[in-house]
């Protein structure tokens, strides 16, 4: 079994659907980035894209999973550190108290 063993998460400005990015590092050996989180079109948890290489009018895969197995790890793992990251986000700049004029 595959194990991510470290993810980073960049949060961005929303924009159509896309959140953050994310990388990853597998069983310590081998880093991953440019993972996309988007939010799901029926607003419903979020998504996974991963890099691709426009060649010749064709989209050509960098990278991705080839199996549920490894799907759901990378899902789990950086959906998981997504959520933690925004919640410690939000917790930051609650704690201002801000007054309106």
Do not use: C, W
Not at 5 to 15: C, F, G, L, T
Not at 76 to 91: F, L, S, W
């Amino acid at each position: 079994m595959i194990k991510v063993s470290e993810v980073q998460i960049i949060p961005i400005k929303p924009n159509k659907g896309l959140v953050a990015f994310a990388s990853v590092v597998l069983d310590n050996n081998l880093y991953l980035g440019s993972i996309g989180i988007h939010t799901r079109i029926d607003g419903n948890g979020y998504r996974l894209t991963y890099p691709t290489k426009q060649i010749g009018g064709r989209n050509l895969n960098i990278y991705h999973p080839i199996n549920p197995v490894t799907s759901e790890a990378f899902e789990r793992a950086i959906i998981d550190k997504y959520k933690d990251v925004m919640k410690e986000e939000n917790d930051r700049y609650s704690s201002f108290d801000v007054e309106t004029r």
